[in-house]
């Protein structure tokens, strides 16, 4: 099996690298590891735990353990001897330029960038350089993962977002004003039949010209944003009060973390879709919208350690308001990586079993899923659990 890495030098991709390596030499267990829960027994016989990797990347580096080393001595988030056992593994994993078109001034924020537009590119010479790289790499066990920073919110045109034929034309026409680096990654995805996992709030295939490629190649794909800290305990916790049929009048979520995810979002243009994916979740559960308040903010020097801070305001029996408060403390990059291989060991398994399109079942993944309203981490998981049952 083989995951290519839209964002390879990530915290988040590298964590996931380093932790899949450490786990084929039997250093760590798969604590973390979803589809390692005795409910998903068997899907080794359909996405082993032996993982090649590779991917794109905006940032030089020479390859995947210096960006990890760099990583790791901001954040020290796991023991040194992991890192060093996996090493020789990490410096094989060089990843190819790729693209950063209209991800807006976040990104921009990084430091020192190489991209294929900067090479005065056409869409169509970036999206051709996309295609062959992957085609390079991969086999027929292979899913594209994006992991890269938060885009802004796409410039929707139905002309050349509303189909395939639209889609292509906008690329034909080098349109670049109504393009974005994530739809560029999954379309080259796409057309060499490769699944593809958003795991960021941006827009990727969740577009209806991607969605008609995924239809028409035949290809499973899921999104969007992955659900690891905050949300993940807002829609485990929210469906508590519908359950017992308490008002929730008002929920404050305050956010902060640093490291370069943090950096990315403290621009306003990136931070904008974050926000929605976090903030739509209530409405989804409740069926009402309680007063909120979402706010990210960055601070840097917490570095990986991303820290949520929930006030939530309820009403009770005979109308009396109740509250309640819950900290989530954790390293952002701990927890996402090991979802980024459930992720793509269920989109292969989707795939060997004929499933294409949206696959709608792995929205336990997602603050945002796509093409279905289920947020309640709860009914998420059923879903999941039954929909591999019935199909292993």
Not at 13 to 37: F, R, W, Y
Not at 160 to 170: A, N, Q, R, T, V
Not at 378 to 392: A, D
Request: glycine letters at 8%; one cysteine or more; hydrophobic letters at 40%.
């Amino acid at each position: 099996m083989k995951i290519w890495l839209i964002g390879a030098y990530g915290i988040v991709s590298t964590t996931a690298m380093a932790g899949q390596k450490a786990i084929e030499k039997e250093i760590i267990d798969k604590t973390g590891l979803v589809s390692e829960l005795p409910q998903f027994e068997g899907i080794d016989k359909y996405a082993p735990l032996k993982i090649d990797f590779g991917g794109h990347e905006i940032r030089p580096k020479s390859n995947a353990y210096e960006a990890l080393l760099e990583h790791w001595e901001a954040n020290k988030h796991f023991d040194k001897d992991i890192l060093e056992a996996v090493r020789e593994d990490l410096e094989k994993i060089v990843a190819k330029k790729g693209t950063a078109i209209n991800c807006g001034e976040g990104v921009k924020a990084l430091g020192e960038l190489e991209t294929l537009e900067d090479e005065n590119k056409t869409l169509g010479e970036i999206v051709d350089q996309l295609s062959k790289d992957m085609k390079s790499f991969a086999d027929e066990e292979t899913v594209v993962i994006n992991t890269a920073s938060t885009e802004p919110m796409i410039r929707y045109e139905e002309k050349y977002h509303g189909s395939l034929d639209g889609f292509e034309k906008m690329i034909e026409e080098d349109k670049k004003e109504y393009a974005s680096a994530s739809m560029l990654y999954a379309y080259a995805a796409l057309k060499n039949r490769l699944p593809y996992g958003n795991f960021t709030p941006s827009v990727g295939t969740n577009i209806p010209a991607l969605k008609e490629l995924a239809i028409e190649n035949k290809v499973p794909h899921a999104g969007n944003d992955g659900k690891t800290g905050e949300t993940l305990v807002k829609t485990t916790l929210a469906p508590m009060f519908a359950y017992r049929n308490l008002e929730v009048v008002g929920w404050m979520s305050y956010n902060i973390l640093g490291d370069l995810d943090g950096l990315v979002l403290s621009f306003k243009e990136n931070k904008e879709s974050k926000v929605i994916s976090k903030d739509k979740v209530l409405e989804k559960i409740f069926g009402y919208s309680p007063y909120s308040i979402t706010q990210i903010e960055y601070f840097p020097s917490l570095v990986d350690n991303k820290t949520a801070f929930d006030f939530i305001h309820f009403k009770g029996f005979m109308g009396k308001l109740m509250k309640f408060y819950f900290i989530w403390d954790a390293i952002d990059a701990i927890v996402a990586a090991p979802l980024i291989i459930d992720i793509a060991r269920f989109l292969i398994f989707a795939k060997k079993k004929g499933m294409y399109g949206v696959i709608k079942e792995l929205g336990f993944f997602f603050k945002s899923p796509m093409d279905t309203n289920e947020v309640n981490t709860h009914k998420q998981f059923e879903i999941l659990v039954n929909w591999f049952q019935e199909n292993k």
